[in-house]
C-alpha cells in the first residue's frame, strides 16, 4: 500500500483531488458568486469542449506556444553553448541579458503589438522572450560544466572547434539544455495565456478573459483547469522525452551515487 500512495502519478492524483475538496468546501462556505464550486466548473468542461470554436481556440494556443517554444531553442540553445565556451561571447551577451531579465515579458506586449499588430506573431515573440531566457542560462550552464580534458583530448585528435561542439559539448550539456527546455515550458504557457488576455482575438486567454467580462465564473475557473492540465500534460510528455534521452546521464548519476 505504501509503494502505491508512493508512486508520483498516483500522489499527484491524490494532492488534485485533495485540492477539489478543499474548493467545493470553501466555495460553500464563502458562498460567493465569483467562487463557484469544483462541481460547477467540472460541468462546465463538457460545454467548453463541445464547442468546436473553443476546441480551436485551444489548439490554437498551443500552437502558437509550439512554435515560439522551437524558435527560442534553435536560437538561445546555440548562444547559451557559445557564452559558456566563449569568453568573448559571454562579455558581449551578459550585459544584454542583464537588462532583458528582470523585465516581465508579458509586459512588453504593449510595444510588441505596436510593432507587429495583434495577430500571431506578437504572441509567438512573446512566448519566444518568454522561453528564451531559462533556455539560454541552462545551456550556458551546461557547457561551462565540460570537463577541460574532454575538449583537449577532443583536440588532439584532430577536432576542430565546431566539431568539439557538437560531439563534445552538445551531448554533455545535454540534461541541463533539457532541464531549461522543462522551465521553458512552464514559462511558454504562462506568456502564451498572458498574451492572448492582453491581445484578445483567438486562444485559451482569450476564451478566460472574456467569460470573465461576462461574469461566468464557472467558465473561468473551468479555462484554469484546463490551462492546468495542460501544464501538467506538457511536463509529462517532455519528461518522458527527456528521461528516453539522457538514460545514460541518469544511469551515470546511480552509479556514483551507488558508489558513494
Not at 130 to 144: E, I
Not at 174 to 179: G, M, R
Not at 215 to 232: D, F, K, S, W
Amino acid at each position: 500500500m505504501n509503494k502505491v500512495l508512493r508512486a508520483p502519478g498516483v500522489s499527484a492524483l491524490l494532492v488534485c483531488l485533495g485540492l477539489l475538496v478543499a474548493w467545493e468546501l470553501a466555495a460553500r462556505l464563502y458562498d460567493n458568486p465569483g467562487l463557484p464550486t469544483a462541481a460547477q466548473a467540472l460541468a462546465e468542461l463538457p460545454r467548453i469542449f463541445a464547442d468546436p470554436q473553443a476546441t480551436f481556440d485551444i489548439l490554437d494556443s498551443l500552437r502558437r506556444m509550439l512554435i515560439g517554444f522551437a524558435l527560442a531553442l534553435v536560437v538561445a540553445g546555440p548562444i547559451g553553448l557559445l557564452m559558456g565556451r566563449s569568453p568573448m561571447v559571454e562579455a558581449l551577451m551578459n550585459p544584454l541579458l542583464m537588462v532583458v531579465y528582470p523585465i516581465p515579458k508579458a509586459a512588453l506586449m504593449p510595444l510588441i503589438m505596436l510593432w507587429l499588430g495583434v495577430g500571431d506573431a506578437s504572441k509567438i515573440l512573446v512566448v519566444f522572450l518568454g522561453v528564451s531566457l531559462p533556455l539560454l542560462y541552462h545551456s550556458y550552464q551546461g557547457a561551462r560544466a565540460v570537463e577541460e580534458k574532454m575538449l583537449w583530448s577532443a583536440a588532439a585528435m584532430g577536432m576542430n572547434g565546431a566539431q568539439r561542439m557538437f560531439r563534445i559539448v552538445l551531448p554533455a550539456a545535454l540534461p541541463e539544455i533539457l532541464t531549461g527546455c522543462r522551465t521553458g515550458i512552464v514559462m511558454g504557457l504562462i506568456t502564451m495565456i498572458t498574451s492572448e488576455m492582453i491581445a484578445r482575438q483567438t486562444g485559451a486567454g482569450n476564451i478566460l478573459f472574456n467569460a470573465m467580462d461576462m461574469a461566468q465564473y464557472e467558465t473561468v475557473y473551468a479555462m484554469i483547469i484546463v490551462i492546468g492540465v495542460l501544464g501538467i500534460v506538457l511536463d509529462m510528455c517532455f519528461e518522458a522525452v527527456r528521461a528516453r534521452l539522457t538514460r545514460w546521464a541518469d544511469r551515470q548519476t546511480d552509479a556514483t551515487a551507488g558508489a558513494l
